[in-house]
């Protein structure tokens, strides 16, 4: 079965990236805006299956292009549709904390559920729950780790401690300093509200003259990796970088943690912005083609 990977234009690079490493053509998807507000999708028909690529940061608008977009692929010859989502939105919001509040989680996969015949992501924010699965039955959902692009990153650096800013980032803490045989260390957070929180680590001592490296899935205004850089600097770390799978903050927030202390921000290219300078491509062809997703391919 003939594939192609399909592009929206803010996803070109890494989509091109992903296509090469596959060896598949890629085709870019045309988006158009109405005055009031509506979307014009248009795709180039391809019949076999079709990949499709983009990250839902900002998703309200992006969700329903993407909808637009499977259908157009379906309507044009596309005998699958895969959904290729780096950052997968929507995912953080998993039961009702106060009585009417919708669970976005459950809604949103299930709507990507009906629309795709597989998907594939990076890191979502899961809580509660294990697996995508969960979130979208019956659909062949997979989720990927980062830690092996963010590992690669890290191992460059000397003497380095890897540090997590609360006990959410452990995880990701773990696989990438245990290959490495790195020092590690785990702050406890306690959150006042959405841009306040308060933090503390545990064996700060360790990283007196040496540099940290804060890992993180996702950055969203950087508050509490600000609050953590500040901590560690006045544990004695000589300096301070981030790395993270997903940066979601703006240009304001990024000059904010770089005033704060932060030498360098890096993240995967999930997300389009200054600080996606680790490509994702290798991973996720990888899965692509372990998933067996391409096994009709000529």
Same mark, same amino acid.
């Given at each position: 079965?003939?594939?192609?990977?399909?592009?929206?234009?803010?996803?070109?690079?890494?989509?091109?990236?992903?296509?090469?490493?596959?060896?598949?053509?890629?085709?870019?998807?045309?988006?158009?805006?109405?005055?009031?507000?509506?979307?014009?999708? /248009? @795709?180039? $028909?391809?019949?076999?299956?079709?990949?499709?690529?983009?990250?839902?940061?900002?998703?309200?608008? #992006?969700?329903?292009?993407?909808?637009?977009?499977?259908?157009?692929?379906?309507?044009?010859?596309?005998? /699958?549709?895969?959904?290729?989502?780096?950052?997968?939105?929507?995912?953080? /919001?998993?039961?009702? +904390?106060?009585?009417?509040?919708?669970?976005?989680?459950?809604?949103?996969?299930?709507?990507?559920?009906?629309? +795709?015949?597989?998907?594939?992501?990076?890191? $979502?924010?899961?809580?509660?729950?294990?697996?995508?699965?969960?979130?979208?039955?019956?659909?062949?959902?997979?989720?990927?780790?980062?830690?092996?692009?963010?590992?690669? +990153?890290? !191992?460059?650096?000397?003497?380095? @401690?890897?540090?997590? $800013?609360?006990?959410?980032?452990? /995880?990701? @803490? !773990?696989?990438?300093?245990?290959?490495?045989?790195?020092?590690?260390?785990?702050?406890? #957070?306690?959150?006042?509200?959405?841009?306040? @929180?308060?933090?503390? +680590?545990?064996?700060?001592? #360790?990283?007196?003259?040496?540099?940290?490296?804060?890992?993180?899935?996702?950055?969203?205004?950087?508050?509490?990796?600000?609050?953590?850089?500040?901590?560690?600097?006045?544990?004695?770390?000589?300096?301070?970088?981030?790395?993270?799978?997903?940066?979601?903050?703006?240009?304001?927030?990024?000059?904010?943690?770089?005033?704060?202390?932060?030498?360098?921000?890096?993240?995967?290219?999930?997300?389009?912005?200054?600080?996606?300078?680790?490509?994702?491509?290798?991973?996720?062809?990888?899965?692509?083609?372990?998933?067996?997703?391409?096994?009709? !391919?000529?």
């Amino acid at each position: 079965m003939a594939a192609t990977v399909h592009a929206f234009p803010e996803s070109l690079e890494p989509a091109r990236q992903l296509a090469t490493r596959l060896g598949l053509e890629l085709s870019g998807v045309k988006t158009h805006r109405f005055p009031d507000g509506e979307s014009l999708v /248009q @795709v180039e $028909p391809r019949p076999g299956l079709a990949i499709l690529f983009r990250s839902l940061d900002n998703p309200n608008t #992006k969700l329903v292009e993407l909808l637009l977009a499977a259908a157009a692929l379906r309507d044009n010859h596309a005998r /699958q549709v895969i959904l290729v989502v780096p950052y997968l939105g929507y995912m953080r /919001q998993d039961r009702a +904390f106060e009585p009417g509040q919708a669970v976005s989680q459950r809604v949103i996969g299930a709507l990507l559920a009906r629309h +795709f015949d597989a998907l594939l992501t990076v890191d $979502p924010h899961l809580h509660r729950i294990s697996s995508l699965s969960e979130v979208m039955p019956g659909l062949d959902a997979r989720s990927i780790s980062a830690a092996p692009a963010l590992g690669s +990153f890290v !191992k460059q650096a000397d003497d380095v @401690v890897l540090a997590g $800013p609360d006990s959410e980032s452990a /995880q990701w @803490v !773990k696989a990438i300093a245990t290959p490495l045989g790195l020092d590690t260390i785990v702050g406890e #957070k306690r959150r006042l509200g959405d841009r306040e @929180v308060e933090l503390a +680590f545990s064996g700060i001592a #360790k990283v007196a003259g040496r540099p940290v490296v804060l890992v993180d899935d996702v950055i969203a205004s950087g508050h509490t990796i600000e609050v953590a850089a500040r901590r560690l600097l006045d544990g004695g770390a000589s300096r301070v970088e981030v790395v993270t799978t997903h940066c979601l903050a703006n240009r304001e927030d990024l000059d904010r943690l770089h005033r704060s202390g932060i030498a360098r921000i890096s993240s995967t290219d999930s997300v389009p912005g200054p600080a996606a300078v680790i490509p994702l491509a290798g991973l996720l062809a990888d899965a692509i083609v372990e998933r067996g997703w391409l096994a009709d !391919k000529p």
